[in-house]
């Protein structure tokens, strides 16, 4: 019986495991929210705790250890030690969602309440700075507020959107290093997000992080310049590469080979049923800056590289391996193109597909537990064939999913592995 790491090796070499491999909680698009998790402790009469937001934006919950050994989890992440909304987790206090399900989340998590319930969230634990995030009245999460100053053509300057993209710093170096031998020692797997890696991530264009973004950070405004203004766009892409090489060689420098994956990138160029740029754009525009760091970690290290984009993205996946790209997340079976039999038939010996193990849209949120186990299966034989597959949901499992669908899901998965 191989142990997770090696299972998870032996899919990132497309060479068939023991049993699939499962990941859950290792990246930010691979999570489990809060009230799931505190749902399955419950289910499974485990220590009743706290369960930590480690990730507020999405209400993301730590799986802690005795978890992972039930689930069967196996692999390990690695996170930024600041969140999307720039404060680290650290000093954990309770704090009491509207659904009533009490978390720790960390102690410059600074919220105020409007007059209509919604919660906003405030960049660096700042309450004098405008609020960067709005979880509406017993909502789930929170949706990042556009804090777009008025643009003036003439005075647009690339480095107003380079703000966040700095050098390493001494303590981030000695964070991650910590953190990757902690991890490393679990015997499973490690992914890692190092941040800055993801040019053009949506999600990261109004900055939530900053106290007071400047250059372009409204979202639609931001695909409109990916059009009329490349070349702004192209001298931020151009500076923020240079200084994500420069730290990952920092980062290299202390960590080695220690990590498996690292997560690149989280932009998004799918819709359902097709997607945001062409294949030209692509090209153009942002496989230059992707080719420039996926080249250089194959070149020095051992880990695998991770593109999550949601959607209907099949016209752009060889795109994406032209890229250097080793894997795809979350796999959206759902969006049109991307049926899995065809996925792995046509690209499944370039591309580790880690997701699309059932359909979070419909299957895992309304469909009944046997429905989610045939699922489960049938997406595990049709993936898992000669490796290239880690388990997942297609993203992040939601807080309102039924906990009776979810345990159907892991069950399904014990019951591949003979368990």
Same mark, same amino acid.
Request: hydrophobic share 40%; aromatic share 10%; net charge negative.
């Given at each position: 019986?191989?142990?997770?790491?090696?299972?998870?090796?032996?899919?990132?070499?497309?060479?068939? @495991?023991?049993?699939?491999?499962?990941? %859950?909680?290792?990246?930010?698009?691979?999570?489990?929210?809060?009230? =799931?998790?505190?749902?399955?402790?419950?289910?499974?009469?485990?220590?009743?705790?706290?369960?930590?937001?480690?990730?507020?934006?999405?209400?993301?919950?730590?799986?802690?250890?005795? *978890?992972?050994?039930?689930?069967?989890?196996?692999?390990?992440?690695?996170?930024?030690? &600041?969140?999307?909304?720039?404060?680290?987790?650290?000093?954990?206090?309770?704090?009491? *969602?509207?659904?009533?399900?009490?978390? *720790?989340?960390?102690?410059?998590?600074?919220?105020?309440? &409007? @007059?209509?319930?919604?919660?906003?969230?405030?960049?660096?634990?700042?309450?004098?700075?405008?609020?960067?995030?709005?979880?509406?009245?017993?909502?789930?999460?929170?949706?990042?507020? =556009?804090?777009?100053?008025?643009?003036?053509?003439?005075?647009?300057? @690339?480095?107003?959107?380079?703000?966040?993209?700095?050098?390493?710093?001494?303590?981030?170096?000695?964070?991650?290093?910590?953190?990757?031998?902690?991890?490393?020692?679990?015997?499973?797997?490690?992914?890692?997000?190092?941040?800055? *890696?993801?040019?053009?991530?949506?999600?990261?264009?109004?900055?939530?992080?900053?106290?007071?973004?400047?250059?372009?950070?409204? =979202?639609?405004?931001?695909?409109? +310049? +990916?059009?009329?203004?490349?070349?702004?766009?192209?001298?931020?892409?151009?500076?923020?590469?240079?200084?994500?090489?420069?730290?990952?060689?920092?980062?290299?420098?202390?960590?080695?080979?220690?990590?498996?994956?690292?997560?690149?990138?989280?932009?998004?160029?799918?819709?359902?049923?097709?997607?945001?740029?062409?294949?030209?754009?692509?090209?153009?525009?942002?496989?230059?800056?992707?080719?420039?760091?996926?080249?250089?970690?194959? =070149?020095?290290?051992?880990?695998?590289? %991770?593109?999550?984009?949601?959607?209907?993205?099949?016209?752009?996946?060889?795109?994406?391996?032209?890229?250097?790209?080793?894997?795809?997340?979350?796999?959206?079976?759902?969006?049109?193109?991307?049926?899995?039999?065809?996925?792995?038939?046509?690209?499944?010996?370039?591309?580790?597909?880690?997701?699309?193990?059932?359909?979070?849209?419909?299957?895992?949120?309304?469909?009944?537990?046997?429905?989610?186990?045939? &699922?489960?299966?049938?997406?595990? &034989?049709?993936?898992?064939?000669?490796?290239? %597959?880690?388990?997942?949901?297609?993203?992040?499992?939601?807080?309102?999913?039924?906990?009776?669908?979810?345990?159907?899901?892991?069950?399904?998965?014990?019951?591949?592995?003979?368990?």
């Amino acid at each position: 019986m191989m142990t997770s790491k090696e299972r998870v090796l032996a899919a990132l070499r497309h060479q068939q @495991p023991d049993a699939v491999p499962v990941d %859950f909680g290792s990246t930010a698009v691979t999570g489990i929210h809060v009230q =799931i998790i505190a749902a399955l402790r419950d289910h499974y009469g485990l220590e009743k705790r706290l369960v930590k937001a480690h990730e507020p934006y999405q209400m993301l919950g730590t799986i802690d250890e005795d *978890l992972k050994q039930v689930l069967g989890i196996d692999l390990e992440g690695v996170v930024p030690p &600041e969140t999307m909304f720039g404060f680290r987790n650290e000093n954990w206090r309770p704090w009491r *969602l509207d659904g009533g399900l009490e978390v *720790l989340v960390p102690e410059n998590f600074k919220i105020t309440k &409007e @007059p209509n319930g919604d919660t906003l969230i405030y960049p660096k634990g700042d309450l004098t700075a405008p609020a960067s995030g709005r979880m509406p009245k017993n909502g789930f999460f929170f949706d990042s507020i =556009i804090r777009q100053d008025p643009i003036v053509e003439e005075d647009l300057d @690339p480095r107003d959107n380079q703000e966040e993209f700095t050098p390493i710093s001494d303590s981030d170096l000695d964070y991650f290093e910590a953190e990757v031998k902690a991890k490393a020692k679990t015997g499973r797997a490690v992914m890692a997000t190092f941040g800055g *890696l993801a040019f053009g991530d949506i999600a990261l264009v109004p900055a939530p992080f900053l106290k007071h973004p400047k250059g372009i950070r409204d =979202i639609e405004e931001w695909y409109v +310049t +990916t059009l009329t203004r490349p070349s702004y766009v192209h001298a931020i892409f151009e500076k923020q590469c240079e200084v994500a090489i420069e730290n990952l060689m920092k980062l290299h420098k202390r960590i080695g080979d220690s990590v498996n994956a690292a997560f690149i990138c989280g932009t998004d160029f799918g819709t359902q049923w097709s997607t945001f740029c062409s294949v030209d754009t692509y090209k153009s525009l942002y496989h230059p800056y992707y080719k420039r760091v996926n080249d250089w970690i194959h =070149i020095h290290t051992t880990w695998k590289t %991770f593109k999550h984009s949601c959607g209907s993205v099949i016209s752009l996946i060889p795109s994406f391996i032209d890229s250097g790209f080793d894997i795809l997340n979350p796999v959206q079976c759902s969006a049109a193109g991307m049926e899995p039999e065809n996925l792995k038939q046509e690209f499944g010996a370039d591309l580790v597909f880690w997701g699309g193990g059932i359909d979070t849209q419909k299957t895992l949120m309304f469909g009944t537990p046997e429905q989610v186990r045939e &699922e489960v299966i049938k997406r595990c &034989e049709i993936f898992g064939k000669d490796g290239g %597959f880690i388990f997942n949901t297609v993203h992040n499992i939601q807080g309102n999913v039924p906990v009776k669908n979810v345990v159907a899901m892991f069950d399904a998965l014990k019951e591949m592995r003979g368990l």
